[in-house]
């Protein structure tokens, strides 16, 4: 008998597809531990990017673009880990 807990396209896997399966739910937690960690990153630039736009002349703003450069991982890490550790289908 199946397992009712299991979604429906996942009660008839074979051994092959189940370990697919738990390496891309394994990257997808990889990627959102490494959102978790860039979003602590991020806090601790929130601290000095007020000083840097206001007092850092011309374009030379380095940590504000660093700051845009972690959000725009922890957005790309954490969508992307949060489609894989969802029972997509994987792109093959």
Same mark, same amino acid.
């Given at each position: 008998?199946?397992?009712?807990?299991?979604?429906?396209? *996942?009660?008839?896997?074979?051994?092959?597809?189940?370990?697919?399966?738990?390496?891309?739910? *394994?990257?997808?937690?990889?990627?959102?531990?490494?959102?978790?960690?860039?979003?602590?990153?991020?806090?601790?630039?929130?601290?000095?990017?007020?000083?840097?736009?206001?007092?850092?002349?011309?374009?030379?703003?380095?940590?504000?673009?660093?700051?845009?450069?972690?959000?725009?991982?922890?957005?790309?890490?954490?969508?992307?880990?949060?489609?894989?550790?969802?029972?997509?289908?994987?792109?093959?």
């Amino acid at each position: 008998m199946a397992n009712t807990l299991l979604p429906l396209a *996942e009660r008839n896997l074979t051994p092959d597809q189940v370990a697919a399966l738990d390496k891309r739910r *394994e990257w997808g937690l990889t990627l959102q531990v490494i959102a978790g960690q860039f979003s602590v990153i991020c806090v601790l630039l929130s601290l000095w990017v007020g000083q840097d736009l206001t007092y850092s002349p011309g374009w030379a703003h380095p940590m504000a673009y660093y700051m845009a450069v972690a959000l725009t991982i922890v957005f790309t890490c954490g969508s992307v880990g949060t489609y894989m550790r969802r029972g997509t289908r994987p792109i093959d």
